[in-house]
């Protein structure tokens, strides 16, 4: 049974980091496209970063670019995701998925056959 559990989540102060962890388990990790997404309350889930099953490509929201920084490790079947310089609005609850090797729209929730159950990150200001 395929499973992603992440980690890592808090409370930051703004303008600080967090990195946040996805495992892995129960599908052949290094055959997927991963992302993670947020939520915030009553808003939509949004993509936030993607990374490619071979770690060659990395896609970012434009509002992250520059401060976030996804990576992966296929021996470990783990995904990361490095938060820098968060602000408030960035409080939500951050998810990571999985999709097999495909057609991937990497932007899109409804690309993805896996989800975690996501971890609070609060921003306070």
């Known amino acids: 049974q395929a499973q992603l559990v992440e980690s890592g989540g808090g409370l930051v102060q703004a303008g600080g980091s967090l990195r946040l962890s996805c495992a892995a388990s129960g599908f052949t990790f290094s055959t997927y496209n991963l992302g993670w997404f947020r939520q915030a309350p009553g808003n939509d889930r949004e993509f936030v970063a993607g990374i490619s099953r071979d770690q060659e490509t990395t896609y970012y929201a434009d509002s992250v670019k520059g401060r976030f920084a996804i990576s992966r490790d296929n021996f470990k079947s783990t995904v990361y995701l490095q938060m820098n310089n968060l602000q408030p609005e960035e409080t939500a609850v951050y998810y990571c998925?999985?999709?097999?090797?495909?057609?991937?729209?990497?932007?899109?929730?409804?690309?993805?056959?896996?989800w975690g159950r996501g971890t609070q990150v609060t921003v306070s200001s």
């Open positions: 998925a999985a999709v097999a090797a495909g057609l991937w729209n990497v932007h899109s929730s409804r690309s993805y056959d896996y």
